[in-house]
């Protein structure tokens, strides 16, 4: 086909959602991915849990791994306040461009800083090129078996501190077996674990809410 997926998805948004309305930048690519072509944004129904927990932790700095369309960075950066900001990584560059567009399109450049390149190699260089103290809120939706090594390279550069909520996307589906593990049998870890579905679909996914406690 001659346009990609994310083309598809941004000219749904540039036809359908109006500049600088993030809600309809989210309703437009809700509508287009569960009518039109199922893409793998964290959708509509697990999007609303991932809202309850970015209202409940009122994050100052949130890390998004695995970025896509943009989408779940915009449900993020549109419910934070003055002065917060999420930085979402993205290792496709294609993915980055249209999520760069979609981000603009809603209005929440300020609140976003897009980085491209791999979660490995970007970790270590965080506190120092960021200035990053440590993370509020991290929102795991990159590749599923990365969860628990990036978790681990997290931790290990002091990005994870007291208090750091980790909430991790399809859990069952695709499924991140070792990283459920890790986060449910460590001492360091409360976790908690909210049903739902895979985006536009019946089958079962969830989220993954772990809580640090400390050393
Ligand atoms: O693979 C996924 N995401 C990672 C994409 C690449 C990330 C690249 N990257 C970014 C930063 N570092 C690396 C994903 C897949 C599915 C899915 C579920 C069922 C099915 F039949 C097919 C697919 C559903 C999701 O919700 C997902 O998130
Ligand atoms: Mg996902």
Redesign the pocket.
């Known amino acids: 086909t001659r346009t990609s997926r994310p083309q598809r998805i941004l000219k749904a948004v540039q036809r359908k959602a109006t500049v600088g309305d993030p809600q309809s930048v989210i309703t437009a690519i809700d509508h287009f991915c569960r009518h039109r072509e199922w893409a ?1 944004n ?1 959708g509509d129904e697990k999007g609303s849990i991932l809202d309850s927990v970015v209202s409940e932790v009122s994050p100052v700095t949130v890390l998004e ?4 369309c943009g989408y779940s960075t915009v449900r993020i950066a549109r419910l934070l306040p003055p002065g917060a900001c999420v930085i979402t ?4 560059p294609d ?1 980055a461009a249209i999520a760069r567009q979609v981000i603009q399109w809603s209005g929440l450049e300020d609140k976003v800083q897009l980085v491209e390149g ?2 490995g190699d970007w970790i270590p260089w965080m506190k120092e090129h960021f200035g990053v103290q440590a993370f509020d809120l991290v929102f795991l ?4 078996e ?1 969860y628990l090594p990036d978790t681990k390279l997290l931790e290990e550069c002091g990005l994870i501190q007291k208090g750091t909520v980790l909430l991790a ?2 859990v069952i ?2 499924g991140t077996p070792d990283y459920l593990e890790y986060v449910r049998n460590s001492p360091r870890y409360n976790s908690h674990y909210y049903r739902s579905h ?2 536009y679909t019946k089958a079962e996914d969830g989220l993954e809410k772990s809580v640090f406690l400390g050393y």
Do not use: I, Q
Request: glycine letters at 4%; a negative charge.
């Open positions: 793998m964290v791994l695995g970025t896509y990584l993205e290792f496709n993915y791999a979660s939706d990159h590749w599923k990365r996307d399809n589906c695709p895979l985006e």
